[in-house]
């Protein structure tokens, strides 16, 4: 059974905190990514890496950086909590199956930055 | 500058009711068009995916309509049922290896019995 994991369901951290969510993938994928998912906003992404030690910017990479030192390894650091960054964090990894990316989505980690 | 975009943000049918969910993209280089599917507390999970050299794509009580020159894809649900009460996100890429999947908002569904 294919598995994403991510190290934690729920996080609370004090504004100017340094945070990392660790996520985990078993498929051997090369793909993984990071989104954030706001109500009324979607699934936002932050940063995807296609290959160890590659990043590449998503749409709202701002506050954050990421690490991926191993291929089965990716994780999300918010150098600087701030409360805007409060938000529903899913990691996804994917593989290229037929003619397109099926994307297997971690359970997330809820954080909250008071 | 929103690609893919999805309505409605919520919808309620009745238990039985045909469910309809629409989404329009910008991108003509799309090419692959997944459907996903959250229940609370979960992340996303893969429905249903179409590419465009089809107009139609059936899998059970779930069905994409697809019409390339209007740039247009739904999602249907047939016979909903409660439990298919969830999050619904349509979404859409050039397939290629690299290159991240483009999401829409997302639907609340709710059946209602």
Known sequence: ?114 | QQQVKQSPQSLIVQKGGISIINCAYENTAFDYFPWYQQFPGKGPALLIAIRPDVSEKKEGRFTISFNKSAKQFSLHIMDSQPGDSATYFCAASRGARNTPLVFGKGTRLSVIA
């Open chain 1, 1 to 114: 059974d294919v598995k994403v994991t991510q190290s934690s369901r729920y996080l609370v951290k004090r504004t100017g905190e340094k945070v990392f969510l660790e996520c985990v993938q078993d498929m051997d994928h090369e793909n993984m990514f990071w989104y954030r998912q706001d109500p009324g906003l979607g699934l936002r992404l932050i940063y995807f890496s296609y290959d160890v030690k590659m990043k590449e910017k998503g749409d709202i990479p701002e506050g954050y950086s990421v690490s991926r030192e191993k291929k089965e390894r990716f994780s999300l650091i918010l150098e600087s909590a701030s409360t805007n960054q409060t938000s529903m964090y899913l990691c996804a990894s994917s593989s290229l199956v037929g003619y397109g990316l099926e994307q297997y989505f971690g359970p997330g980690t809820r954080l909250t930055v008071t």
